[in-house]
């Protein structure tokens, strides 16, 4: 349905319903209402956006959330989509944007009933169609060194999740950024978070915890996380000593003769890319 012939079915002007459209302009919740029932959303659907209708002048709203597939995980997906720029800072598992089916696989069934694993894995994959985007969003990825010596779901698993690491590396405008464990205290210790840049909107921050998730938008709690953000890449390796260090560990996975001898013949391919 193009703007005109929503605009003809409201009876409003077609710059009124153009500029609501484009974010240029707010709309109350019966404004909401009409363009949902005009476009015949279902009954479920309209109370969900009306409900972020009536929130909309409260900075930052938290979403609770039980065993089932997460709404946060949506909102998290509608951001990153729109995103021009994100910086993400893990320090306790590998980002989910770069993680493996059989690594994120073994994370999420640590915290979930059997039946809302392979949910959860599907969605966790599924965000990563952002990379098939053009032109892709800025990333970079700051990782704590000792999330990758952790052997979530084993040896075996954490190799190729390393080499996973490795591939994704010679993207375009993405940078993987290993924070060392030899740097000790560093900017980032009070947790770990995501912060999206966007075109035409301010930044958000992401914070996420076991039964919530979190979204910033306050412009003062924004610098905090850019002061953290700045800190991290004076002091984090570049994006090739942490290339040179994730094939280093890569090869310490191996135990067995000749499959250690093919993982850092790998891992050497990977880095010479």
Known sequence: MGVRELARRLDWSHPRVSHLLSGKRGGSELDVMSVLVACKVELEERERLVKLCRELGTQGWLQQYDSHLPEQVHTL???????????????????????TADYARAVIRRGVTTKNIEPRVHARLSRQEIFNKYPPPRMTFFINESVLRLPVGGPAVMSEQLHHLLRMSVRPRLEVRIIPSE???????????TLMEFAAFSPVVYLESVA??????????????????????????SHGESKELIVALAAELYTHGEDQNDGEHLAKEQLQR
């Open 77 to 99: 997906v509608e951001h990153e989509t729109k995103s021009i720029a994100t910086q993400d800072v893990q320090l306790v598992v590998i980002p989910g944007l770069l993680q």
């Open 183 to 193: 740097l000790g205290a560093h900017a980032a210790m009070s947790g770990s978070f």
């Open 212 to 237: 919530s998730a979190v979204f910033l938008e306050n412009s003062e709690q924004i610098a905090s996380y850019q002061l953290i953000l700045a800190a991290l890449a004076e002091t984090a390796l």
